[in-house]
Nanobody
Framework: EVQLVESGGGLVQPGGSLRLSCVAS????????MSWVRQAPGKGLECVSV????????YYSASVKGRFTVSRDNPKNTLYLQLNSLKAEDTAMYYC??????????????????????WGQGTQVTVSS
């Protein structure tokens, strides 16, 4: 059974940090690219980061570049996202997803997510003082 389970979200003050984790099972994690996608309240899905299967190449959206760092531990089947210098506008549900969603628009990502086992259930990040 394919599973992606995120954790690590929470309430943090502006300027603070969090580390999100996503544990994968049921598929060959080490051979696939992975994405972090977020959805802010009232907004569409936004791909914020992608990492290739070997971890050698990464992508960040302009909104998070320089503040977020994606990594993976293939022997542990785990994907990470380090969130630093958090801002109120980073408040969102964060999802990990199998595949490269760098070029996906919000509508296509929503169609991909609907009922899909290749997306986790999400972890909430709230940035507020």
């Amino acid at each position: 059974e394919v599973q992606l389970v995120e954790s690590g979200g929470g309430l943090v003050q502006p300027g603070g940090s969090l580390r999100l984790s996503c544990v994968a099972s049921g598929f060959p994690f080490r051979y696939v690219s992975m994405s972090w996608v977020r959805q802010a309240p009232g907004k569409g899905l936004e791909c914020v980061s992608v990492i290739t299967s070997d971890g050698n190449d990464t992508y960040y959206s302009a909104s998070v570049k320089g503040r977020f760092t994606v990594s993976r531990d293939n022997p542990k089947n785990t994907l990470y996202l380090q969130l630093n210098s958090l801002k109120a506008e980073d408040t969102a549900m964060y999802y990990c997803a199998k595949g490269n969603f760098r070029y996906g628009d919000a509508a296509s990502m929503e169609r991909s997510r609907a009922g899909s086992a290749w997306w986790g259930q999400g972890t909430q990040v709230t940035v507020s003082s």
